[in-house]
Structure formats: structure tokens, C-alpha cells
């Protein structure tokens, strides 16, 4: 690990999470060992590490830790080693002995970095300044209270699509897609596809399918009409209340968030292993 020790560690953990607070002392060790520990915090706010003084963030946690990591990060992307104390860990690859194995890896091999598309999201109101977001998974515009159908106007590339009469609409990004999106029946995209995921949610047409648009598009949604509780949900952890006349523009991010895959599991591991995709009805373990 003579290279390895070389590299700079800046180790997270999710203070909320019990087996975090047992594993952070331990890798906090092992990283001082065989490598150079920049910082270390039990905290899901990255904006301490820089990428001019870190070379990977270990964070332990669950998906959703990660998540919020990665969208605290803005600009300055550096990737993560998720160490999965969470329950699927579907983006937290590592379990902490699978880490130690793999550290000189995981650290040092840049091949195992993986670029995942995030978008920008801006929601206009009358009058009011915008708010401003950053989304790793989606963007997802809900009815609310009282829980009738909404009308949203759609429009990708500042030309008119369609009026989305329903429930609502999920735009997502590859990596979202096996999120909201998945269970909303949107397509599961591979993470390095070039592409935005948009699904209806519970359309009133029949002919309201979830459709799959070009990274470079420029997705507009003017709100028709809406309820009092209807409200913009960027990773399922930050929300704006949506009104009538209030729009919604998403684009691609101009910057990817960076993720370190795991090399002990094969391409396909999360989805066929945590998924379980594919499984005959009648599998048994």
C-alpha cells in the first residue's frame, strides 16, 4: 500500500446511524495506517473536504446519507467510497471488511470511479426569488393535500409536449431510475447512459408513458393547476411548496457527482443481487 499511503481520506460517517458510530472508529484507524487522513466527521455535510486537499471521501452510512453528501458537495465533486450500514445499500457499495480489502483499490484506481449525471433544478415563483437546487436522484413534483389531480404543462426544449393531468411527474436521472421512478413503472436506465427519465405519476391517460430524453434537453413544468399541498421534492429530502403558476426547470448539472463502485462485485451485482431482477417467482435462496 506504499502508493495508497499517499492518498488523501476525508472519512464521514451518519451520526444518526448506530453501526456508523461503531464502524467510524475503526476505519478512522485503519485509514491514519494506510493512508493520509485529511478530516474526519460525524457529520452528512461534506463541505469541509475540497478536491485540492482530498482524493476520496469514505462515508459511512446508508443510500440516502450518500445522497445528501454528494449534493452538499455542489462544484466540487470528489468521489465517494459508500460503505453501506443502511439497509440496501444499492449506491454504498462497501461493507467495511469488503473496504479493507480493497483499500489500496478503491483509493487509488481511478477506473473504479464512476460518473453519475445530477440535475439542476429551479423552481420560479411570482414575485419571489427562485430557489436553486441540486438532485443525485430525481425531481418529483407531488399532488398534496387535498389529493386531487394536478395539471402540469410539460414542455422539453422550449417546445410544448404535454398537459400531465394525475398524480404528478418524476424526472429523474439514471442512477434515480431504480428509485421513485422504478416503482412508479419507469424504465431501470443503466447509470452511464447519457439520458433524463420522465414518468408520470398515475397519468389519466392511458397514453401517459414513462419516456426517456437526451441529457442536453431542458425540461420546463408550469404548474396549471395544483393543490394546496403540492410540492417539489428534489431526493426525497428537500421539498418547495408549488403553486398555481409556479415553473419548474431542470437541465443537467453541469458537473457529475463521482462514486466508487466496488471491484469485488460484477457489473450487474446490485441489480440482480439487491434487486433481484430477473428472479424466477419461484427462486429459493
Known amino acids: 500500500m506504499s502508493n495508497a499511503r499517499n492518498k488523501r481520506i476525508f472519512l464521514l460517517g451518519n451520526p444518526d446511524k448506530t453501526e456508523a458510530l461503531e464502524a467510524f472508529r475503526d476505519l478512522e484507524t485503519f485509514a491514519k495506517e494506510n493512508a493520509t487522513l485529511v478530516g474526519s466527521n460525524l457529520e452528512n455535510d461534506a463541505s469541509e473536504a475540497t478536491p485540492e486537499n482530498t482524493d476520496r471521501i469514505i462515508l459511512l452510512g446508508g443510500d440516502g446519507t450518500l ?33 479493507k480489502q480493497t483499500f489500496a483499490q478503491a483509493i487509488g484506481d481511478e477506473d473504479l470511479v464512476s460518473h453519475r449525471a445530477m440535475l439542476d433544478v429551479t423552481v420560479s415563483r411570482n414575485g419571489n426569488q427562485p430557489d436553486r437546487c441540486i438532485a443525485v436522484n430525481d425531481c418529483v413534483i407531488r399532488a398534496g393535500e387535498p389529493f386531487r389531480m394536478i395539471d402540469l404543462g410539460l414542455s422539453v426544449n422550449d417546445s410544448p409536449m404535454t398537459h400531465i393531468v394525475g398524480d404528478g411527474l418524476i424526472v429523474s436521472t439514471p442512477s434515480g431510475s431504480t428509485a421513485h421512478n422504478l416503482s412508479a413503472g419507469g424504465p431501470i436506465v443503466q447509470p452511464g447512459v447519457d439520458a ?4 408520470p405519476l398515475a397519468p389519466h391517460s392511458l397514453t401517459h408513458k414513462p419516456l426517456v430524453v437526451e441529457r442536453s434537453s431542458t425540461i420546463d413544468i408550469v404548474a396549471e393547476r395544483v393543490n ?9 429530502q428537500v421539498a418547495f411548496p408549488m403553486g398555481p403558476g ?11 457527482f463521482l462514486i ?3 471491484p469485488l462485485h460484477p457489473q450487474w451485482h446490485n441489480l440482480t443481487a439487491k434487486l433481484h431482477w430477473g428472479r424466477s417467482p419461484n427462486y429459493e435462496e
Open 67 to 99: 445522497i445528501g453528501v454528494a449534493r452538499s458537495m455542489g462544484e466540487n465533486q470528489i468521489p465517494i467510497i459508500g460503505v453501506n450500514v443502511g439497509k440496501l445499500g444499492f449506491l454504498a457499495e462497501f461493507l467495511v471488511d469488503e473496504l
Open 196 to 199: 433524463i427519465v420522465l414518468t
Open 228 to 236: 394546496d399541498g403540492t410540492t417539489v421534492i428534489l431526493d426525497g
Open 246 to 256: 409556479d415553473r419548474v426547470a431542470i437541465r443537467r448539472y453541469h458537473k457529475d
Open 260 to 262: 466508487v463502485r466496488n
